[in-house]
C-alpha cells in the first residue's frame, strides 16, 4: 500500500512538472488603473490554488483544534467533591 501511495505521488509532481515545463509562458494581469503585471502561467495557477486552499485549511485545522480540546476536557477524570462534614446536633443528657 505504501508503493502505490509514494508511486501516486510521484505521478502528480511529474504530471505537474510537464504541465509547467509546456505552459512556462508570461500572463499578463491587468491589476487596476493602468498597472499591469507579467507572471509565469504556472506561478500564477500555484499562487491561485494556495488562495482557495489556505483558507479552507485553517478552517479545518481550527475545528480539529477546538473539538480535541473539548475531547480532552471530556475525557479528564472527574473529581468528586469531599462529602461535606455532617452537622451533630449535640445531644441533650438525660438525668436518670
Do not use: C
Request: aromatic share 12%; proline share 7%.
Amino acid at each position: 500500500m505504501q508503493f502505490l501511495k509514494t508511486l501516486f505521488w510521484i505521478v502528480v509532481a511529474v504530471s505537474i512538472a510537464i504541465f509547467a515545463s509546456n505552459n512556462w509562458s508570461d500572463v499578463t494581469l491587468n491589476l487596476w488603473a493602468e498597472l499591469q503585471a507579467d507572471i509565469k502561467l504556472p506561478v500564477l495557477l500555484a499562487i491561485l490554488f494556495l488562495l482557495g486552499f489556505l483558507p479552507t485549511y485553517f478552517v479545518m485545522r481550527g475545528r480539529i483544534w477546538a473539538l480535541q480540546r473539548k475531547l480532552i476536557l471530556a475525557e479528564r477524570p472527574v473529581v468528586a467533591a469531599p462529602p461535606a462534614p455532617v452537622a451533630h446536633e449535640p445531644q441533650e443528657e438525660q438525668a436518670e
